[in-house]
């Protein structure tokens, strides 16, 4: 159980506090333990996605060339001339170390754990791509059909998905949010009108309008975003409303009228915390909602434009080169992974923040 | 008893409810259109007089905590008007209203609904200093520790969450926030319904305490006629929606005119082993307040019902012969035999 911090000095301003309710379910979260670790090791994976190019990148991680140092990873092209190349364009670090080390001088190359790129295509003489995993060449995962690494693509991939998904879940939330808190808290005729046009505005079919989009124009990252919060807003707002609606009969809402508490206060102070467990429970189910719905719109092709990478694009490669396994294991295998990752953790946390155990009903 | 404080404005009349009407609409349709109301109070007059206790009784659903959270503005009214202290409610800005709050406060029947269970007693007895801003923030802490005290509790109670507290405790604390900010009316909403018999006299006697103290007036709610014998100084009795009975609480529980009261008040028990009881058993349940039957609405249910109750409704008239009043609605009121006691 938590530990209740006591302040004899002030004793009604605690310097950071848990409510006790939020505090129980937090440690009812960790209880669950297949939950707990799978959240543990999603937020490790998120954490290696963003910074992938630290493990995977066709740059170097340090060079050292007649006696200065180079950090290449992040920032501007360093030109092949840099290093006494007879090229301007950004350097091909593998090619450098081979010959450092040929050379056997004091210059070298400290190169990342995977030296290739998501966009570049490593071709290996008197062999067609795609070529099968093979660690000596560090293609973990094999490269696709046009001589790219799978597991780079894998990797940066899944950082596209899951920042994408991130964003879906800050704009649906933050629009479900606000609506459903001034639908269920005024009511009225505004609650009344939107109500139909949420009603009438979940049926238009979404795939066929972003198929419409698509072939007019190529969505970006933004765009395709956009597209999908504008379908994808009604239910938090429908939850929320719901909620607040709820909420706001109860007597500790009329108590803070009655002491003439401002309707925002009312909703921040009071509602809103009361709520919170709603949203909670469903970010986990968004996270992956939105992660399935970018991969299948890339694999119908009407997502991200190429060669961004993305799961989408690899299932598709995969599928119409079944010989080739190494493409299709490898994104099923990462898909099932973290889907099923995602799951465990909403489980834990429904279960966790279940709100049939901690609200009492009238 | 109730209490005998003497301040000097006593008897002054401090709010005024005249004709106060609330509808709650039944609605239906796509467009929520309007099929019907529940007409949860429909025509009350009261007059509270500075430094009394007014108790209102009658069975769940007559709409009798309808008129506290009304008058408090929590719900919106449908018709009539609400003067406190001469100011007619309607006529006063946002503004106004919001200052005006400090002077009429209310406590609910269930403790652990009226306190937000996410928020310390510390937060929840700070917030109605926090919304009026009253008094630095460096006071806060002195001004929770002062209310805890007057109610009973200790000041260690501030770090702690209502969940920690026992029904009697939690009560002590909602009646410190509607003290906070000293008001000159509380609406006591059931305050003691959710007690145990022994904490109840308790929570009572602290009310009684504070009045005494701080010459409240108070608005007592409660189907308990026992505790509302206990508590006023007059008292009205409320059938569907409507006032039938209203007097002092002594003449009442004297010579009750209403059939109603009369069955109210055979259900009281007397802690008397050997006394024999005459309950009048009321059949059938209350009408809905959607559809309240024609004439006097307690016809439905009364033994000395006539013809002329299912047509006309009766007013509420004064039948008292000497000076003070006696208000009763009922056709027959005086003329009904007299209730054996």
Redesign the interface.
């Known amino acids: 159980m938590w530990t209740?911090a006591?302040?004899?000095t002030?004793?009604?301003?605690?310097v950071f506090r848990l409510?006790?309710?939020?505090a129980r379910k937090f440690s009812r979260f960790r209880t669950i333990r297949r939950g707990f670790w799978s959240f543990i090791l999603l937020t490790g994976l998120i954490g290696f996605a963003l910074l992938a190019e630290l493990f995977i990148n066709n740059r170097a991680l340090l060079v050292r060339y007649d006696g200065s140092y180079y950090l290449p990873t992040y920032g501007q092209n360093i030109p092949g001339t840099t290093f006494g190349l007879d090229y301007d364009y950004d350097t091909n670090y593998r090619e450098l170390k081979k010959q450092f080390q040929e050379e056997e001088s004091d210059n070298f190359v400290i190169l990342p754990m995977v030296p290739y790129g998501p966009f570049e295509s490593a071709s290996k003489p008197g062999m067609y791509p795609p070529h099968p995993p093979d660690f000596s060449e560090r293609h973990f995962m094999g490269t696709d059909g046009i001589g790219r690494d799978v597991f780079a693509r894998l990797i940066y991939g899944f950082r596209i998905a899951i920042l994408f998904s991130l964003l879906l879940l800050a704009c649906n939330y933050g629009i479900g949010v606000i609506l459903g808190c001034v639908m269920g808290y005024w009511g009225g005729t505004f609650d009344?009108l939107l109500q139909?046009v949420i009603e009438v505005w979940s049926n238009v079919p979404f795939l066929y309008v972003v198929i419409i989009i698509s072939s007019i124009v190529i969505p970006n990252f933004f765009m395709l975003a956009v597209i999908m919060v504008a379908f994808g807003w009604m239910s938090m707002t429908w939850y929320m409303r719901t909620a607040t609606y709820k909420e706001r009969e109860?007597?500790?809402v009329?108590?803070?009228?009655?002491?003439?508490?401002?309707d925002l206060?009312i909703i921040l102070?009071?509602i809103l915390?009361?709520t919170i467990s709603v949203i909670v429970t469903f970010i986990p189910f968004s996270v992956s909602g939105g992660i399935v719905a970018l991969t299948s719109l890339d694999y119908l092709g009407f997502g991200l434009p190429p060669p961004t990478p993305s799961w989408g694009e690899l299932i598709q490669q995969g599928m119409d080169d079944l010989q080739h396994q190494w493409i299709i294991a490898s994104v099923v295998s990462a898909m099932v992974v973290v889907l099923t990752m995602v799951t465990f953790i909403g489980e834990a946390i429904r279960e966790a923040f279940d709100p049939k155990q901690?609200t009492?009903y009238? | 008893m109730a209490t005998t404080s003497q301040s000097p404005q006593r008897g002054t009349v401090l709010l005024k409810v005249e004709g106060l009407t609330k509808y709650f609409p039944v609605r239906g349709g796509?467009?929520?259109r309007r099929r019907g109301n529940v007409r949860a109070v429909d025509g009350v007059d009261l007059a509270v007089r500075s430094g009394e206790t007014l108790g209102l009784v009658g069975e769940s659903g007559c709409g009798k905590s309808t008129v506290g959270?009304t008058i408090?503005h929590?719900y919106r009214k449908t018709r009539g008007r609400i003067v406190f202290d001469g100011r007619d409610l309607d006529t006063l800005g946002r503004r106004e209203m919001?200052?005006l709050?400090?002077d009429?406060?209310?406590i609910?029947?269930?403790p652990?609904?009226?306190?937000?269970?996410?928020?310390?007693v510390?937060?929840i007895?700070?917030?109605?200093y926090c919304?009026?801003r009253i008094g630095a923030r460096s006071d806060?802490?002195a001004q929770?520790?002062a209310l805890l005290q007057r109610v009973g509790l200790p000041?260690?109670a501030?770090?702690r969450?209502p969940?920690e507290f026992s029904g009697g405790q939690r009560q002590r604390i909602?009646i410190a926030?509607a003290l906070?900010?000293d008001p000159r009316l509380i609406i006591c909403d059931e305050p003691v319904s959710a007690l145990d018999v022994s904490i109840q006299s308790q929570i009572l006697n602290l009310l009684l305490e504070q009045q005494q103290v701080n010459a409240l007036t108070y608005i007592f709610i409660s189907h308990d006629l026992a505790v509302v014998k206990h508590m006023s100084d007059r008292i009205a009795v409320m059938y569907l929606g409507k006032i039938v009975e209203f007097t002092d609480s002594e003449r009442l529980y004297r010579q009750a005119l209403h059939p109603y009261t009369h069955a109210l008040i055979s259900a009281i028990p007397v802690p008397d082993p050997t006394y024999k009881k005459q309950r009048i058993i009321l059949s059938g349940d209350v009408p809905s307040p959607q559809n309240p039957p024609s004439g006097c609405r307690f016809h439905t249910r009364c033994s000395y019902a006539q013809d002329r109750c299912r047509r006309e409704e009766p007013v509420l008239r004064n039948l008292s012969t000497g000076t003070d009043e006696h208000l009763a609605a009922c056709h027959f009121a005086g003329d009904l035999p007299e209730r054996a006691s």
């Open positions: 209740r006591f302040n004899s002030n004793l009604t301003k605690p409510d006790p309710i939020t009344l139909r109860r007597e500790y009329l108590a803070a009228r009655a002491l003439g508490a401002s206060r102070g009071h915390p009361n901690y009492t009238q | 796509i467009f929520g959270r408090l929590l919001r200052a709050r400090r009429m406060q209310i609910f029947q269930d652990y609904e009226s306190l937000n269970a996410r928020h310390t510390g937060q007895l700070e917030e109605p919304i009026h806060r802490n929770v520790c000041e260690s501030a770090s969450f969940h909602g926030r906070a900010l």
